[in-house]
């Protein structure tokens, strides 16, 4: 499975080498820039926009505050309209339950649209041990797919590929040179795929959103891929984060009017299904057979405290797309699947703050991230609590633990203060040459230390 | 004649004492008796950010201690003003203090500078904290343009300049990459701000690797933006 936890270094180790390659740090700057544009615009044309996230945020955390009531609530829905929902405590759990109905369909071949639960569960390569073979059609997975690559953005999830890196891939797949154009790689990809829809034996999607009151499941997609997997094949299977439910239609309605607006700035992806149960006699289209998988993996750990707000996210990438930290690094620095700020906040939550100890620190706490989210989620509050829960829960370093004691006990009183900053005016020559001021003075000139104000006045 | 506690700040104490300086003029030439409580060090900022709660509250309550309640307390960094106003009495568990921005006191106050920076070209950064949680942004520029000077934009003014306290030293590559932007979209004006952590990393990162000038806001009032 994709692996949540993450390395102490891996975020500054990826930083850096992204930091390096300018291809990609124009691709993540063009990129991120009109995503963000886009949303901007989308907000502006919606004259009662703060409105909408204040109703957005409060239905998100009706849902969350009795989230077990609206899963039950959504089981018995769908399972009276024949559709078979099954609760996954873990991502094992997931993959497993998934495996089984591709092993009892004797599946060869899956058809995946878009799904970062599907990431987060590593659903691929349990497919692939029971001898199914899934093939991604969202053409940014797709993409990354042919590259063996991860996704670094939730919403554009092949961002850091420019039109000569995907007319590479496709050219190798179709046998023959596809020029780097938009149309062409467009229809090369679709003649690939087009295959896959119509032999595919099982259809696998995401969810953007869940209706507990109708048991409906809902798909947003722009390529229409969703709306293939989940009527061509005979079997359905929806993975879906616990957390992904909405009690009635009408509180979708708002939750669709910001999704959409705020991660691409559409008013509505081009394609919005909503799914109530497989086919039923007498119909024409749909599944023989829909499967909803509800996964939790670590996300009831979220309910305690604050960080249940965390719940709330509809994945829409608008945080990503302002944050100044995630348009230098890009994805990978954070994990393989979620990243940006809701991932820094997001994956300490999922997988305990010491398995992945400096997300809580990526970031410069600007709160560019909490302005622009739609559902009110206070991420970089968020991140600020985290940070004092690695200190609390003794994830902090010991150095680190002892350098802020030090400092308190001085800074707590003058005396302490003044001995303290002259000694560090004798030390200055030596300032640069460990700890934090060695990190700062490799980049950057350090400051000079003169007469204090205090001594001056 | 009204008067007003001065907080210096600690960056403001050690690196930037003549902006201190500066500040402190500005508030006289407004019309306010200035006093310097003594036993002023740090608001705790740097442990509070830090997830260093108990350190931070350590400081803190030294703050609580230097400072009256009667008057209003002025300084002249953004972030500090935060930390004080927004976080520092839950984290101590006090009654808030009347904590005002350099720049916010002097508009309210209706304070004209004098005209210093006549025909000088500014880029006004403004501090994460200042903009999304003071929302202090008009009050320096129309003070910068009071002064004369012609204000030009930044090319992305909601950037962030890569300093947050500690991410500064965890991060440096990063850091220093949102800096490098920063400066480069000044468009060769000098740059004014009104935090000195800011303003320590973009002119220490200028001056490694080249840059514009960075003038913190009362230096620019006082003498002008040239420093």
Known sequence: ?457 | MPSVQLFATCLGDLVLPEAVADAETLLRRAGFDVVFPRRQVCCGQPAFNSGHHAAARRVARGFVRAFSRELPIVCPSGSCATMASHYLPELVGVEPFEVWELSAFLVHAGFRPLPRNTGRRVAYHDSCHMLRELNVSAQPRKLLRASGAELVSFSRPDLCCGFGGTFSVRQPEVSVAMADEKLAGAGGATIVTSDPGCLMHLRGRAERAGGPDVVHLATALVRSASG
């Open chain 1, 1 to 457: 499975m994709a692996e949540l936890a993450q390395p102490p270094r891996r975020f500054r180790e990826i930083a850096r080498v992204k930091l390096a390659d300018a291809h990609i740090q124009t691709a993540l700057d063009d990129s991120t820039d009109r995503l963000r544009t886009h949303r901007l615009h989308a907000w502006s044309d919606l004259p009662e926009v703060q409105e909408l996230r204040q109703r957005a945020h409060e239905i998100r955390m009706s849902v969350i505050d009795d989230l077990d009531g609206h899963v039950e609530r959504f089981t018995a829905a769908l399972s009276a309209r024949g559709g078979n929902v099954y609760f996954a405590r873990t991502a094992e759990e997931a993959s497993e339950y998934v495996a089984n109905v591709c092993r009892r369909r004797g599946a060869k071949l899956a058809a995946k649209s878009k799904s970062m639960v599907s990431e987060e569960i590593g659903l691929n390569q349990a497919l692939e041990a029971v001898g199914t073979q899934a093939i991604e059609t969202d053409l940014g997975e797709y993409i990354l797919q042919l590259a063996g690559e991860h996704p670094v953005h939730i919403v554009a999830p092949a961002i850091e590929k420019t039109a000569e890196d995907v007319a590479e891939l496709l050219s190798a797949v179709r046998g023959k040179r596809i020029p780097p154009h938009l149309e062409e790689l467009t229809n090369a990809a679709r003649t690939q795929l087009r295959e896959t829809f119509l032999n595919a034996d099982v259809g696998i999607t995401g969810v953007n959103f869940a209706v507990s009151e109708t048991g409906s499941i809902c798909l947003c997609t722009n390529e229409g891929n969703g709306r293939l997997v989940s009527s061509i094949p005979p079997v359905h299977v929806a993975i879906m984060g616990m957390e992904r439910l909405v009690p009635t239609t009408a509180d979708l309605a708002v939750l669709l009017k910001l999704l959409a607006r705020s991660g691409t700035g559409q008013k509505l992806t081009v394609y919005t299904t909503l799914l109530t149960g497989p086919r039923r006699a007498g119909e024409t289209d749909g599944p023989e057979e829909l499967h909803v998988v509800i996964l939790d993996n670590g996300r009831t750990n979220l309910l305690r405290g604050r960080y249940r707000e965390m719940l709330a996210c509809i994945r829409c990438g608008a945080c990503l797309n302002v944050c100044p930290v995630y348009r230098k690094t890009g994805g990978a620095a954070y994990s393989d699947v979620y990243s940006g700020p809701m991932g820094a906040v997001l994956l300490p939550l999922l997988v305990g703050l010491q398995h992945a100890p400096s997300l809580p620190h990526a970031s410069s706490l600007c709160g560019a991230c909490t302005e622009a989210c739609p559902v009110k989620i206070p991420l970089h509050e968020l991140l600020l609590d985290l940070r004092r829960d690695l200190v609390a829960e003794g994830v902090a370093s010991w150095a680190e633990r002892v350098s802020f004691w030090l400092w308190s006990w001085a800074w707590s009183r003058p005396f302490g203060y003044r001995a303290s900053t002259a000694l560090a005016r004798l030390g200055q020559p030596l300032a640069g040459l460990v700890g934090p001021g060695r990190a700062w003075a490799r980049v950057r000139a350090l400051p000079r230390l003169g007469r204090r104000y205090r001594d001056r006045r």
